[in-house]
């Protein structure tokens, strides 16, 4: 998996959190904690309640540096999750 030169990495990273192994998925959260719009904070709650336990741990606290970061998180329920 590439990003294209000048091409936006948002849709990449996204969908290598989304359906990466435990590896790709810690390594686009970097990048897509800063980015942090509607689709991006869904990934990550999809990726808190998920499955992996490193990835639920890392989701949790980049979704908590998001709101420390002064953005609005939504409820769960908005994401159909909790």
């Known amino acids: 998996?590439?990003?294209?030169?000048?091409?936006?990495?948002?849709?990449?990273?996204?969908?290598?959190?989304?359906?990466?192994?435990?590896?790709e998925r810690l390594a686009a959260l970097?990048?897509?904690?800063?980015?942090?719009?509607d689709g991006i904070i869904g990934a990550l709650y999809n990726g808190m309640y998920g499955e992996d336990p490193e990835v639920r741990e890392s989701s949790f606290y980049a979704l908590e540096e998001v709101a420390a970061n002064g953005t609005k998180i939504p409820h769960p329920n908005q994401f159909g999750l909790g």
């Open 1 to 23: 998996m590439g990003i294209p030169r000048g091409g936006p990495a948002t849709e990449v990273l996204l969908s290598a959190f989304k359906q990466g192994d435990t590896e």
């Open 30 to 37: 970097p990048y897509l904690k800063r980015i942090a719009d």
